[in-house]
């Protein structure tokens, strides 16, 4: 009986393990994103301006399905700073951004080996950046933002919710 049950069981686990990932869709869904402390050699930190939503960011945004967070980092980097990482970014820490949702999480990373041969020019997404001395971030810059840098620059505890 008992073997006649794991055969039952392996013949069904790929059916039975996709309706599980629904359910926990479901009931359970999380969305994850990704933004990066890009930090120059003067240790300027490069921050984005949207059209979309007001005030300054780190750069970076959600993560696709099928999408590793490190791809994910690699892609919105290139996309909202035409910055391509040569070394690699380190993680800084995960973060719950219940302003978004209870459900919202945000991977944070440390870069400071990247390549950028210019500013990318505004675009539809993004209609200003650069990189800023944190004694100088622009007006605007989220709290979150600057919690972020603090962590990273400042030497501030890190705080687990984004804030």
């Known amino acids: 009986m008992g073997e006649r049950l794991n055969t039952i069981r392996r013949k069904f686990e790929?059916?039975?393990?996709?309706?599980?990932?629904v359910y926990f869709?479901?009931?359970?869904?999380m969305t994850l994103g990704v933004?990066?402390?890009?930090l120059?050699?003067?240790?300027?930190?490069?921050?984005?301006?949207?059209?979309?939503?007001?005030?300054?960011?780190l750069?970076?945004?959600?993560v696709d399905f099928g999408e590793t967070m490190a791809h994910a980092l690699r892609r919105e980097l290139k996309e909202e700073g035409d910055i391509d990482l040569i070394g690699d970014a380190v993680l800084h820490g995960i973060f719950l951004n219940s302003h978004v949702?209870?459900?919202?999480?945000?991977?944070?990373?440390?870069?400071?080996?990247?390549?950028?041969?210019?500013l990318?020019?505004?675009?539809?997404?993004?209609?200003?950046?650069?990189?800023?001395?944190i004694?100088?971030?622009?007006?605007?810059t989220t709290p979150g933002t600057r919690l972020r840098i603090a962590e990273v620059l400042g030497g501030t505890p890190l705080i687990a919710t984004w804030r």
């Open 59 to 62: 750069p970076g945004g959600g």
């Open 120 to 133: 990318p020019a505004p675009n539809h997404e993004i209609v200003e950046c650069g990189f800023f001395a």
């Open 14 to 21: 790929p059916l039975l393990r996709r309706i599980f990932h």
């Open 25 to 29: 869709l479901l009931v359970r869904g």
């Open 135 to 140: 004694t100088a971030l622009p007006e605007g």
């Open 101 to 118: 949702s209870r459900r919202d999480h945000v991977a944070v990373y440390v870069v400071r080996q990247f390549s950028q041969d210019r």
């Open 40 to 57: 120059d050699a003067e240790n300027r930190v490069f921050l984005v301006r949207h059209s979309y939503v007001s005030g300054w960011y």
């Open 35 to 38: 933004r990066a402390v890009v």
